[in-house]
């Protein structure tokens, strides 16, 4: 089982879809902690991205990843939009010119993408950011495929992981972005870029998993 570029597509299409219908929730817990303001950037990247599928459709892997941080990067502010930009165009520099990954590819990709944020960020484990989803799911990813899982299952475990990290954000307090200024009273809360990063690779595991 591989990951074909109509693939990639196809979970970029339904990632769109899916940050449209969560736009309010994710602006809502951005209320809670931040500026209001997540699932609106959020939204006008994936819209952006949505308006390039076209032209995506005959391009290979790397250079669709590419696009897709590109356009987020021109389209998004805040400190979400350069850190998902960041995510998409390291995935891209590992899936050059490819048209199809395994999953071996696919943990590259990823790793680099978290990594990625990681190295723009700062931002550690505990910190109350996306990294607190993001990298549990590439060390689960990593495991799984370690342990000789299939494409299914690696995708579900690394979804699973993301989603208990989103999860373990709430009573943490935050170190980094604007929820940190909030100090103590940012524990209690959702991190809303945890939980777009959960929803991602949910995506992918509801949609290359099937
Ligand atoms: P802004 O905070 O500029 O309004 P967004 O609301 O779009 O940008 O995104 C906020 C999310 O960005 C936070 O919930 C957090 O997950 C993430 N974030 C903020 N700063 C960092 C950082 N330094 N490293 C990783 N993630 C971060
Ligand atoms: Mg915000």
Redesign the pocket.
């Known amino acids: 089982m591989k990951i074909h570029r109509d693939d990639i597509l196809a979970w970029l299409k339904a990632y769109a879809n899916l940050i449209a219908e969560k736009k309010e929730f994710l602006t809502d817990l ?1 209320a809670a902690i ?2 209001a ?2 699932g609106i ?2 939204n006008r990247g994936f819209q952006a991205v949505m308006k390039k599928v076209d032209e995506l459709s005959t391009q290979n892997i790397g250079a669709i990843l590419k696009t897709v941080g590109m356009t987020l990067l021109s389209t ?6 350069p ?1 998902y930009a960041t995510f998409f165009l390291q995935a891209g520099m590992k899936t050059t010119g490819k048209m199809e990954l395994t999953l071996a590819e696919w943990v590259t990709a990823l790793d680099a993408a978290v990594n990625g ?1 990681q190295m723009r ?3 550690e484990l505990g910190d109350k ?3 607190d989803a993001l990298v549990p799911a590439i060390q689960a990813l990593q495991t799984a495929q370690e342990n000789g899982a299939s494409l299914q299952e690696a995708l579900q475990q690394c979804a699973h992981a993301a989603e208990e990290g989103m999860k373990a954000t709430i009573p943490l307090v935050a170190r ?4 940190s200024y909030l100090g103590e009273r940012s524990a209690g809360h959702q ?4 939980t777009s990063s959960y929803y991602l690779l949910q995506t992918a595991a509801d949609i290359w998993g099937s």
């Open positions: 951005d931040g500026d303001d997540h950037n959020m998004v502010g805040g400190a979400g939009g850190l944020v960020g700062k931002a950011t996306m990294i980094k972005g604007r929820a991190d809303p870029g945890a």
